[in-house]
């Protein structure tokens, strides 16, 4: 059971660790201009994305195929604007044992989908490498792969984040390197 309540240790890379299973409803307020991936599924798209991406959002929830919800000269563009406050992304995970989130100024936003399962890729370009445009589709590649060969993927999305050195595996969330 849990005996100590919320676990503050920081992950360090050292062995697994164990929760028990919950739902999140979580908010990350970050400076205005950031964009920010996260576990479980974005429930604020309309405060803080522009109706072009959302509707290219809708499109990558409907399709096999790439649609990118932030383009290259978006993402360039952005880093560029310092805008001055902040803004709140909200997320609800359901039936997770943790969450994560990350945060830039100029994550490109790629996504794509299979079985009603949103597959997604944020990464800064082009510190992260050329390999990263294909990400999106390398991880619906895997959910379909996973889910046909061992268990169905049990949860609505799937994220691919270019993240720090060794990488961490979250529910919906993974940072690679």
Known sequence: ???????????LGQG???????????AVTVPAGYVVAGSGVLQNANEVLTAEQRQRLATASRTASVVQIITQAEAAAAK??????TRTWRFRARNVHDVAWAAA?????DATSWNGILTQAYYEFPKAGKAWESAAEQTQWSIRQYSELFFPFPWPQATSVAGPVGGMEYPMFVMVH
Do not use: A, I, M, S
């Open 105 to 109: 100024p100029d994550f490109r936003w």
């Open 16 to 26: 697994e660790f164990y929760l028990e299973y919950g739902d999140f409803d979580y």
């Open 1 to 11: 059971g849990d005996v100590r309540g919320w676990n503050t240790d920081p992950y």
């Open 80 to 85: 560029e604007q310092r805008k001055t406050g």
